[in-house]
Nanobody
Framework: QVQLVESGGGLVQAGDSLRLSCAAS????????MGWFRQAPGKYREFVAG????????QYADSVKGRFTISRDNAKNTVYLQMNSLKPDDTANYYC?????????????????WGQGTQVTVSS
């Protein structure tokens, strides 16, 4: 069993930056691919970024490419999402997820463990 806890969300203005963290407990994350997803009010949850266990295989949604960076520190059992140049459209609840696989996936049904989410609100 893996427990995930996100942190780092908040209220910012357009153009600002935030760094989200996802701390894991229960098992080492080194055997898991990790993903960040987000869900805005009235919308489906969508893929944001994914990273494999080595940190070398990374995927991004087109909407965040060039602005967001996913990374991981297996020694700290933590995954990060650096978000720059934030836009009001980035407003959502952000979730991290763990998948017992070597490679990430853009499909949320491929992930077994989820955190409770952290709210990011970007004002214009």
């Amino acid at each position: 069993q893996v427990q995930l806890v996100e942190s780092g969300g908040g209220l910012v203005q357009a153009g600002d930056s935030l760094r989200l963290s996802c701390a894991a407990s229960g098992r080492t994350l080194s055997n898991y691919a990790m993903g960040w997803f987000r869900q805005a009010p009235g919308k489906y949850r969508e893929f944001v970024a994914g990273i494999d266990w080595t940190g070398r295989n990374i995927q991004y949604a087109d909407s965040v490419k060039g602005r967001f960076t996913i990374s991981r520190d297996n020694a700290k059992n933590t995954v990060y999402l650096q978000m720059n140049s934030l836009k009001p459209d980035d407003t959502a609840n952000y979730y991290c997820a763990a998948r017992p696989s070597l490679i990430p996936s853009m499909l949320e049904q491929r992930y077994d463990y989820w955190g409770q989410g952290t709210q990011v609100t970007v004002s214009s």
